[in-house]
């Protein structure tokens, strides 16, 4: 690479833009998931949960989209109010943008493929150790389970760890937020990431939707390995299966139709968005797996 393109790739690095995971739908399906495997197996995972979120400094937003609901139905809904909570606050004072995302480049320019921009993994790792620190503040164990509920479900979105970067994104894509698509001629344009965050969505209401992307993973589940003892490292393992998904298909087949200016955006084929819907129905069904393992862990049954 020349020297420009050195300092590109470094410039990229600095000034990379921050980018959204799975819509509501695709987080609210993750949590729904995760309920459901807890129902089944750790009921009071389920309970301690419960308990540790009316702790919440934000709890009144919880109580507010709750009201009318009891039992079972209170408690699912509330997994999949946790899992979109970080978004929900981005506006806020609890919002940390760098924790939704830790990129690198997967496609292109690789030169610099081991530089990571974002902190997802710092954020991981702290909001980990606030949980499992029983006497730690209940209201910041709260915020921290909210968290990791939300970047367990980011990092499993390939344009969460991967992005592009060559001679038509000099600067990198910034995870596909500055690369611009069509899913059809008719279609508005709309970036590569958002279409990535929607891939698994079905139209209409967002909890509608997410229950039925739920049960839609949940009639053929896909297969995950049980943790292996280090977090950490299990969660690793997650991303840089996000950064090989984001190079094995999420940019092949979408390099062409992507373009940096709206109205020069190309056309998505068939083949790949649907090919797009069952990658990241599987994405976020293995977040909603790996996520019960992880609270029935964190909250074993006592």
């Given amino acids: 690479m020349s020297r420009i393109g050195w300092c590109l790739a470094i410039v990229s690095l600095l000034i990379a833009e921050p980018a959204f995971a799975w819509g509501n739908q695709g987080h609210m399906a993750a949590g729904l998931i995760a309920y459901d495997r807890l129902a089944g197996r750790s009921p009071s995972t389920i309970v301690a949960i419960d308990a540790l979120i009316a702790q919440h400094p934000d709890y009144a937003r919880f109580d507010s989209a709750l009201a009318g609901l009891d039992g079972a139905e209170r408690e699912r809904r509330l997994f999949a109010l946790i899992a979109r909570w970080p978004d929900d606050v981005r506006a806020s004072p609890f919002n940390h ?133 280090d977090w950490l490292a299990d969660y690793r393992r997650w991303v840089r299966e996000s950064e090989q998904v984001a190079a094995q298909s999420a940019y092949p087949g979408a390099m062409d139709a992507e373009a940096a200016e709206a109205d020069k955006a190309g056309e998505l084929a068939p083949d790949y968005i649907e090919q797009a819907r069952i990658v990241a129905r599987k994405r976020i069904g293995e977040a909603g797996e790996r996520l019960a393992d992880l609270l029935a862990a964190l909250f074993p049954a006592g």
């Fill in 97 to 229: 943008t760098p924790w939704h995302h830790q990129l690198r480049v997967v496609t292109g320019w690789t030169l610099f493929r081991d530089a990571r921009f974002g902190a997802a993994d710092h954020a991981f790792r702290r909001n980990l150790a606030v949980l499992m620190d029983t006497h730690a503040d209940p209201g910041q164990r709260a915020i921290a389970l909210c968290w990791l509920f939300h970047i367990v479900g980011d990092m499993h979105q390939p344009l969460h760890a991967g992005q592009r970067q060559d001679g038509r994104f000099p600067l990198s894509d910034f995870a596909g937020t500055k690369g611009w698509v069509r899913r059809s001629a008719a279609a508005p344009q709309e970036t590569l990431h958002h279409f990535w965050d929607t891939a698994a969505d079905v139209p209409g209401d967002e909890l509608d939707g997410a229950n039925a992307v739920a049960s839609a993973i949940e009639a053929d589940p896909p297969p995950v390995a049980p943790p292996g003892g």
